[in-house]
């Protein structure tokens, strides 16, 4: 009633008798809210986030009715509805985590049962802070020596093409990177105003953020019939008709693909470059799943070394953003907020402005640069962590591929589903059909038909997706989301219970 | 040479041949850049950071020289830019660390060397991370325990009034919360376009997000004379004269105020919250030094109780966020980016518009949250670490105590210095009579009078302090910001040393 009660007075129009009546009871004639959802930024009302949306609102809701006991079709909620992968069960790095222990409490470098090479690590991130301390400020940019360690690693990943550390940015997890990224290109008004490329299905961060500063979204639609490949006609058609309204600027790939688990070839990279290059248009890469590669035959490239590769044409040239986290990979650790962004090509008094600009917020978490440092500069052959590391490493990564493998195996048993290979990634994007009858169904009700589906999905088994229509599909099309991070006998029921629903569903309606 | 060549390609006109000649050379007639300084949002580029602005970059550059063997009037450079204590030399309270230390890697909790509660504080945490991990994303508003916790310590803090848990988000430092709610804010074109009103000197986060939001910048003026106080009337002089030109719609106040270090009595926040009431004014109150009060006779009062005890006719009408974090007070752990808002009579609608805003960037840094708790839910009596942690934070605050008087003393002792007295937070804010010499000299150079200062402080001493031109000043006054943190000893150098650089710039210049 308040809200209703404060939107009538400053909407102005319409107020019935019987709200102007409770006002005056509740004292608030006489003032209205400063701020309410009519006098808002209206651009913030814009904004979408799927994967925290109402089918997540509710599954949080759902499991608070059953630790009170409420009686419901299932014991727990399972969410596979985000790649958060320790609250799936996923067990942090021991080393990553003695390190920053080691950081946080450096009492414990006098502790004999920590290794010796955890020490070194945390003594030299230590040594990089003021005061020796991970609770002083950074530079805003981040910690030095971890952005050299950044560079080294980002040249052994590609071959030993050069990695400046002056170009890497640590950043509050990739998000905040592209965010910061796009924000600076944003500029002009009506026909003029920035255009940026965004892969359909695509992760919901980047609409939003589009939204949010008014940019305006172009949408590239992948092939799903081709493993959701990246067409360069279909590039040159949205960039095309974008032309019409708009001056696109920048062209954003996420490779592996969220939500849609395909790994790009070299020749495709090769061609979006060149396509990039051609169509003066910023490249944002998105790379943070560049460990999480499980399909034979396919192979993490990075944008980076393809464009060195493409001789000095376009690495003088294509200007590039890439982005990685802590937040994905074998370490999954999202609750740190790292991550890290490179540059390259980027114009000098542009660069002057980002540091400017990152400068206001002070400085990324330092914890979770720490934790990116470590990511980046892991145990080596020789040192005493090195087998142990690689054994949680190897082992983590060889699950996941193994539920990849399960997921796409499962549902393509399922009549009226199919799913591509999760090449990479976290998920898998399964298209779904649904009856008619469902569809005007949820289309009375003012819904997307797959939140119809998903939101029964929740009530009835527990289960919690994310439903296409919040990264996007092509029209008549049904998706949802689902990680591919649930531990392996608790996916192996869920992807039963969803095959026993799509059946039920579909018979329901039909 | 190349962003100059760029800059010429986009503006277009004036390109002389030299500059074509060498473009052609480079090959780079054929393409621009993208993204250059007249083509990225001219929105980012308004914006100021004065703190980590160029005297703070001369410095760092003048560290490296000196580590590199440079010769130098000084073996040092001693920054007083930033209100950073452990870069400073302020040690972690030891219980906050062993916590994090746990939390970290939960190994410890069998460790006996931990103390009880520090375990059992972890303990609480790691139980309401998903999978027990701070690896884990939180819930996007913050870990449930921690807000339940933040709303019993502002209960106590504010003798009993209650605090709703849901009204609290955790935030990314203070600042992430500010920002936030300015955004929210933010809307209109033209004479209607958002204004927000600060106080000036004001610590530039504030303007800075206001232009990179493209909001109304609306100066009201602290009294010097009387202890940089806050007058009524000046408020009311400001939106006045701001009405004519656009639609103000909140009022932030810094208390203990920054850069000024006055600590706001009882009755100003009662007329300030009186003005906002009238006015229709949403309150922003920046509350991050509360327990960074020193002088005799001084008091905080938190905007939220004195509104609660003002009576339902306030306590039911005026909307009130409120900030804080872990970067300030006793423990200055900035580098965790922990902090948290309440917010006070939001608009329903608006607060979900809020919620869904803060999912989009997940979560707030899981270590911060965690450390935020710790501060709100320190140890009590009776707990093993109790003693320990009221030895370390008494010892810190008291230090403090000292230098904030230190500090006021000594810079009166200055002919052409006046320091009012830094009754709390972290920075005094004395004002410098400068020579008509230097001051020609400055605009002749184009230079704020007060940064050709520091920048020469800087140059002859190795001292860093921020020219009082980036907080904002009255026309024809100069002053700099100066933070308490140094060591005792370091600071009477300090001190001493401006002390001779002021009779000698003085001299200099007359």
């Known amino acids: 009633i308040d809200s209703l009660t404060v939107r009538s007075v400053t909407g102005g129009e319409g107020m019935n008798v019987e709200v102007r009546r409770k006002m005056t009871e509740n004292g608030m004639a006489s003032r209205g809210k400063v701020l309410t959802i009519d006098t808002m930024n209206p651009t913030v009302k814009k904004v979408e986030y799927a994967v925290r949306g109402p089918i997540v609102q509710r599954a949080v809701q759902l499991e608070k009715e059953l630790r009170e006991g409420a009686k419901k079709p299932f014991a727990e909620v399972i969410k596979a509805n985000i790649g958060d992968a320790h609250a799936m069960g996923q067990q942090p790095i021991t080393f990553f985590r003695q390190v920053l222990a080691l950081c946080s409490y450096p009492e414990l470098l006098n502790d004999s049962t920590f290794p010796e090479d955890a020490k070194s690590r945390a003594r030299r991130i230590l040594q990089s802070c003021g005061g020796s301390s991970i609770g002083a400020y950074s530079a805003s940019q981040g910690i030095d020596c971890v952005r050299q360690d950044v560079a080294r690693y980002i ?55 589009l939204a949010e500063l008014g940019a305006v979204q172009i949408n590239y639609y992948l092939n799903e019939e081709k493993c959701w490949s990246l067409d360069i006609s279909e590039l040159q058609r949205a960039l095309d008709e974008a032309r019409r309204h708009c001056n696109p600027r920048a062209l954003c790939i996420i490779n592996p693909g969220n939500p849609t688990g395909q790994v790009q070839s070299r020749q495709c990279i090769e061609d979006v470059i060149r396509f990039a290059a051609k169509e003066r248009l910023l490249l944002m890469a998105d790379e943070v799943y560049q460990d999480n590669v499980y399909a034979d035959g396919c192979k993490f490239h990075s944008f980076k070394k393809v464009l060195f590769e493409m001789g000095p044409e376009f690495s003088n040239n294509v200007e590039l953003a890439s982005f990685h986290s802590t937040s994905k990979c074998y370490m999954g650790e999202c609750g740190f907020r790292g991550g890290y962004m490179e540059i390259i090509n980027m114009d000098a008094e542009v660069k002057a402005q980002l540091t400017k600009l990152v400068s206001v917020r002070l400085c990324p978490p330092v914890p979770g640069q720490a934790l ?61 059909t649904i009856p008619e009858k469902a569809i005007r169904e949820a289309k009375e009700k003012g819904q997307a038909p797959d939140m119809l589906y998903c939101m029964k999905l929740l009530e009835e088994t527990g289960i919690c997706l994310v439903p296409g229509s919040g990264f996007g599909q092509k029209e008549g099309t049904y998706h949802f989301r689902m990680t591919i991070l649930p531990a392996t006998d608790k996916l192996k029921i869920l992807l039963s219970k969803v095959k026993e629903f799509h059946q039920k569903f579909t018979q329901q309606y039909s």
């Open 155 to 209: 040249e052994q990943r590609d071959g030993g093409i050069p990695c400046d550390p002056d170009n890497i940015y640590l950043t509050t997890g990739a998000s905040d990177g592209i965010v910061t990224m796009l924000k600076l290109l944003v500029c002009g008004e009506g026909k003029s105003r920035t255009g940026v490329m965004i892969s359909i299905p695509q992760y919901p961060l980047y609409s939003a953020a």
């Open 372 to 432: 990116m440092d470590l990511v980046v500069n892991c145990p080596q052959p020789g040192e005493p962590s090195y087998n142990n590391f690689m054994k949680e490493r190897t082992a983590t990564l060889g699950v996941l591929a193994e539920k990849a493998k399960l997921t796409e195996q499962i549902l393509n048993t399922v009549p009226g589903i199919s799913c591509n290979p999760v090449q990479g990634a976290m998920y898998s994007f399964p298209r779904i």
